[in-house]
């Protein structure tokens, strides 16, 4: 039998384009191998076996991370199952989004026992897979005391219980399994691999594929019969670009907006130490103002997102962390304060840098708060250096509206109650943060609008963090392969 008349039988008579050589024909490409992904491309995998399932990161493979420390993001694992290794088992998902925006997470498609069947559904799976630690069914005294700490300062502590905090290796344990599970169900993995682009190709997509960092090399095209896009919240940008291009119907949600602060480790440490990204909010009507991607001795690095240059944290291995932390703070309007009292947001991003092109603005807070701006000399002889040395100093303080300000303070006044030393003077504002959301309307197994185009994890929004990560990659390969089945 030919190659070709091989894929037909397996494909369908009429949905593959001739042209595309047998190895390179797919029933279901996954784009990303964070949680999301590597759960879809188990779940088609393991439950039909003989399908052709091609997974494509455009990080490391599991050993060669292991190698190389775990600084990156991106990878074999994904951010949070190969990082963070916090497993939150409980009924309440972290939330995503203001009231009055949308169902956050995969609320928008599975709610209730729905969910805590899935949720639980991923853990035992990592159970099977060697994670042993069993679940803390309430945070541990300290960090019970920091949440009871944060809501006398006025604050809510995020946070979700019960929880496994799975030790290193245990992570390792369910990502070799993972890793072995696929390929014995013969799912094809593609590492060091980038997805560049996907357009429509008869029943199915044509994937331009490149090997990450090499500029001029030659993309290797493959077609399947079905897309899962899981790229993750730092492939949103590209998922955004994918998708519109494929015609799937999306929403933009408000952007939270603001800037992003380098304060002193010590200071911030009471709150650090007992979790490494503590997120604290108040409510304003409408709208949250938060801490966001908090990363200990981490450091202040220029991105550009959407066309903005945008400042973003950078975390550094445990050994190698810094004398300052640094966090966002955010506002994140729901969609009635986006039209009213927070409309100008938006534009803050596009007004710093106008501003200051090419970098990011930089100010240190004692300035800020008097209103002006800082000079190179004082910054010479600050107590906390800036980590981005590209970044300029400029006058913050005219660039958002004086509404902002007020919402920063009163945040950092709240945390200075738990945190005392964190809003010194000398402590330093970078701008602009900016986050975007999208959320894309889909079916109860997260299919677009467009037939057999799937988007899962925290990429599409439905999820913050590894086990609802892990229930989206679920729900989108079941629904992969109930395309392939009819
Ligand atoms: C430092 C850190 C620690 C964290 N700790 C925890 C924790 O302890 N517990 C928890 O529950 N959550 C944690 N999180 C959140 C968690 O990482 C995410 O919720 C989870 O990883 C989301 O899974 P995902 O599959 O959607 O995306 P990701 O895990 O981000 O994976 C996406 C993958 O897609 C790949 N990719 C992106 N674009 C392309 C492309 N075009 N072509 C090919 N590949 C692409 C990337 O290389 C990446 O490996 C942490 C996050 C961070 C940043």
């Not at 290794?85 to 203001?98: C, E, H, K, M």
């Not at 300062?153 to 369910?174: F, H, I, K, M, W």
Request: glycine share 12%.
């Amino acid at each position: 039998m030919s190659d070709h008349e091989l894929a037909r039988i397996q494909l369908g008579a009429d949905s593959v384009p001739a042209a595309v050589p047998t190895r390179d024909r797919f029933d279901v490409v996954v784009v990303g191998g964070g949680a999301a992904g590597l759960l879809a491309a188990h779940t088609v995998g393991t439950t039909r076996r003989g399908r052709r399932v091609l997974l494509v990161d455009a990080g490391l493979a599991l050993g060669a991370r292991q190698q190389a420390g775990v600084s990156q993001m991106i990878g074999y694992g994904g951010a949070g199952l190969y990082l963070g290794g916090r497993l939150y088992v409980g009924p309440t998902t972290i939330p995503a989004f203001p009231p009055l925006t949308l169902p956050a997470g995969v609320g928008a498609v599975l709610q209730g026992s729905a969910y805590t069947d899935r949720m639980a559904q991923v853990n035992s799976l990592f159970t099977r897979l060697g994670a042993r630690i069993s679940p803390q069914p309430a945070p541990s005294s300290a960090l019970a005391a920091a949440v009871a700490a944060a809501s006398g300062a006025g604050l809510d502590y995020v946070t979700s219980y019960p929880a496994r905090l799975l030790p290193l290796a245990e992570r390792e344990a369910v990502l070799r399994g993972l890793l072995a599970a696929l390929e014995t169900a013969g799912v094809q993995l593609a590492f060091g691999t980038r997805v560049s682009s996907a357009v429509r190709d008869g029943r199915g997509f044509r994937l331009a594929l490149f090997p990450s960092g090499e500029a001029g090399a030659e993309p290797r095209s493959v077609w399947s019969r079905t897309l899962i896009l899981a790229p993750g919240r730092y492939g949103l940008e590209w998922l955004v670009g994918v998708a519109s291009a494929l015609g799937a119907r999306m929403i933009a949600l408000p952007s939270a907006f603001g800037v992003r602060l380098e304060v002193s480790a010590a200071a911030y440490a009471p709150l650090t130490d007992i979790n490494p990204d503590p997120r604290l909010q108040v409510q304003r009507g409408d709208a949250l103002v938060k801490t966001y991607a908090t990363c200990p001795g981490g450091r202040v690095a220029g991105v550009t997102r959407y066309g903005r240059l945008v400042a973003s944290g950078v975390p550094r291995p445990v050994g190698q962390r810094g004398p300052a932390t640094t966090f966002a703070v955010l506002v994140q309007p729901g969609a009635e304060a986006a039209a009213s009292i927070w409309r100008d947001g938006a534009a803050a991003a596009r007004r710093v840098n106008e501003r200051v092109p090419g970098q990011l603005a930089l100010q240190r807070l004692g300035d800020l708060h008097a209103g002006r701006a800082t000079i190179t000399q004082a910054l010479m002889s600050n107590s906390i250096q800036p980590t981005d040395a590209e970044a300029q100093p400029a006058p913050v303080h005219e660039l958002y509206s004086a509404r902002y300000w007020d919402a920063l303070t009163e945040l950092l006044s709240r945390i200075e109650q738990l945190a005392p030393g964190t809003s010194a003077a000398d402590a330093l504002i970078y701008a602009p943060a900016e986050e975007r959301f999208w959320h894309f309307p889909t079916d109860e197994h997260l299919q677009t609008s467009v037939p057999g185009l799937f988007v899962a994890g925290d990429g599409p929004g439905q999820s913050q963090g590894v086990i609802q990560a892990g229930v989206a990659g679920l729900l989108a390969g079941e629904g992969a392969a109930a395309v392939l089945d009819a």
